[in-house]
């Protein structure tokens, strides 16, 4: 009996230092998001005049960017996407509201070639990208076992390579002009994984590498007037989602733009939205694995997925 109680006791005590420690990072990681928001505020720099670069731009998300960065005085909004028709209906949106040039492209960015094409034609036409927002996705839902190999390498190309080929191809440019910046829209699904999307997971975690280690490549470098950052928006009622039922902090696709903007003028790193997500991101470091599916059960998470995968 001896030797259980004095596991016991151990355990226990494991169990409260670490939840002390993780009263104490949260804390010190809320005082310091707030001491980082104060002193950015006061540089925040203006995308008024700026060459937007945006993909995945016909709907969604990539959209509310366009008709966002038209607001905030872009001077010219290039948009990709597969779509000619909801392209050139986005386009007119953006010349609606003020003097933003706007100019549209077919692009699959899920094919290297074709990507470095348009680029070139881009460039010829336009003129140096000072901001590039790599936008565009793709979902499909299923277990490993149940998803074409077809379907992951197109998962794995649009949403993570693609990155690779549109930043290398702006980049140079940026450096030597040492000003641009990038961006990445990921999601919090690549910070934590949820069952049944395995290959959007995958390629979403990539995804957040990539943009940790370009700025950390390109500070070292001492490139610091190129900005990196990496948006993880949690669920977003956007119609590749729409068959996911979750309502629990689910975004809107101008929510995530706006908060998008305001993060590029703050020079962010890293935005995770909504904001409580942040928690969720430090437990799951903590915590032992057993409770993050335990919270995915309890909150319905689970069935959710199902769901979605039995639809698509």
Sequence with gaps: MAPFLTRLLKALCESSLRILLLFFVVLFRSCQFVCVRVLRAERRKSVSGETV??????????????????????????????????LSSVKKEVEEIGTSRCHFYRCDVGDRQQVYRTIQKVQEDVGTITILVNNAGVVHGGTLLETKDDKIEETLRVNTLSHFWTTKSVLPTMIARRRGHVVGIASTLGLFALPG?????????????????????????????????????????????????????????????EQTIEAVKTNQRRVILPRVMHLTWILKSWLPGSWMWNTLYVTGALKDMEKFCTKR
């Design 53 to 86: 670069l945006i993909t995945g731009a016909s709907r969604g998300i990539g959209r509310c960017l366009a008709l966002e960065f038209a607001k905030h005085g872009a001077d010219t909004i290039v948009l990709w996407g597969r779509n000619e028709e909801k």
């Design 197 to 257: 999307v395995s290959d959007y997971v995958t390629s979403k975690f990539s995804l957040v590498g990539f943009y940790e280690s370009l700025a950390v490549e390109l500070k070292q470098q001492g490139h610091r007037d190129v900005g990196v950052m990496c948006v993880c928006p949690g669920h977003t009622t956007t119609d590749m989602f729409k068959d996911l039922t979750t309502q629990s902090f689910s975004l809107t696709p101008q929510q995530v733009a």
